[in-house]
């Protein structure tokens, strides 16, 4: 299994991000797919997931700015990050479970204020 994550980057407080991770090494369709972020002296969480079905799930803290989405056509999922905060700042990670987590390289996400 291969994760490739890109799209972060540095942007200001109310700026919009959109982080792409494509996928290799799975049955992409049939998989659920999950952003985490690792922000500074934090554990990381989780911040969004994609069912198989397009069913979809949100930390509390992003709900109403973070839009997670998938092609499957290009096994691509993708998080459209609105209105962003200096507490969205961290290194943005797309997971996925294969028997066993699989992480991508992670894309790092500065949100200046």
């Known amino acids: 299994v291969q994760l490739q994550a890109s799209g972060g980057g540095l942007v200001q407080t109310g700026g919009s991000l959109r982080l792409s991770c494509v996928a290799s090494?799975?049955?992409?369709?049939?998989?659920?797919m999950r952003w985490y972020r690792q922000s500074p002296g934090k554990q990381r969480e989780m911040v969004a997931l994609?069912?198989?079905?397009?069913?979809?799930t949100y930390a509390e803290s992003v709900k109403g700015r973070f839009t997670i989405s998938r092609d499957n056509a290009k096994n691509t999922v993708y998080l459209q990050m609105n209105s962003l905060k200096p507490e969205d700042t961290g290194v943005y990670y797309c997971?996925?479970?294969?028997?066993?987590?699989?992480w991508g390289q992670g894309t790092q996400v500065t949100v200046s204020s």
């Open positions: 090494g799975i049955i992409f369709s049939a998989t659920s």
């Open positions: 997971n996925t479970w294969v028997g066993k987590d699989a």
């Open positions: 994609i069912a198989s079905s397009s069913g979809t």
